[in-house]
């Protein structure tokens, strides 16, 4: 998986209470990427990063913050998770062209 | 309308056979297309990369891209029982900048 690891791997959590999934890579990328994954609707992108604090928002970022304090560190929050965000995330990394993803975290918001 | 529209299949067909999968898309900006394979349970991995329109080959697997129908296609030779996966084609303006996916046609072949 190209150097990149997401943490948890598997979370099950209530609605309301905020939610922090990890994806470190070692590949010392600039471009990094959250996803989710959901069915009939393929990967959407939910923020991305260009750079250590520099990040912009994707096609679904409502409900979501992200934070790069570190080249290898990209944390994607829930700060109050819904059911509606019940998902598979996935991160993904790229340095000129091609986007390499991790092996995703599956998230359950009951 | 979705900017990237892609048959979800299922498609099965028998090993040996050449599978066809393909995408449209809508936005003229798009340069780069990607095909990615995702097993189940697993990352999306990329397979082929391309940059504007013509074809680009590796071992099996032939990407095609004709910007002026605005489609993209995946051409797999004979193809073999571990090629059964979902395939996602994508495509974006810059190659490093947001990718913009189909939702995947899932592949079985058939030994």
């Known amino acids: 998986d190209a150097g990149i690891t997401q943490s948890p791997r598997h979370k099950v959590t209530e609605t309301g209470t905020p939610v922090t999934l990890r994806c470190h890579q070692t590949?010392?990328?600039?471009?990094m990427y959250w996803y989710r994954q959901d069915p009939g609707h393929g990967l959407r992108l939910i923020h991305y990063?260009?750079?250590?604090?520099?990040?912009d928002k994707g096609e679904v970022s409502d409900g979501y913050s992200v934070s790069r304090s570190k080249t290898e560190d990209f944390l994607l929050t829930l700060e109050s998770a819904t059911s509606s965000q019940t998902s598979v995330y996935f991160c993904?990394?790229?340095?000129?062209?091609?986007?390499?993803f991790g092996p995703g975290t599956r998230l359950t918001v009951t | 309308q979705k900017e990237v529209e892609q048959d979800p299949g299922p498609l099965s067909v028998p090993e040996g056979a050449i599978v066809s999968l393909n995408c449209t898309y809508s936005?003229?900006?798009?340069?780069?297309f990607m095909w990615y394979r995702q097993y189940s349970r697993k990352g999306p991995e990329l397979l082929m990369y391309?940059?504007?329109?013509g074809n680009k080959e590796d071992g099996r697997f032939t990407a095609q891209v004709d910007k002026s129908s605005k489609y993209i296609s995946l051409f797999i030779r004979d193809s073999q029982p571990s090629d059964s996966a979902t395939y996602l084609c994508?495509?974006?303006?810059?190659?490093?900048?947001?990718?913009?996916f189909g939702t995947g046609t899932r592949l079985t072949i058939i030994p």
């Open positions: 936005n003229s900006a798009f340069q780069y």
């Open positions: 391309t940059y504007s329109s």
């Open positions: 990063s260009y750079g250590v604090k520099d990040t």
């Open positions: 590949e010392n990328h600039r471009y």
């Open positions: 994508a495509g974006s303006n810059f190659g490093n900048e947001k990718l913009t």
């Open positions: 993904a990394i790229s340095d000129y062209d091609e986007q390499y």
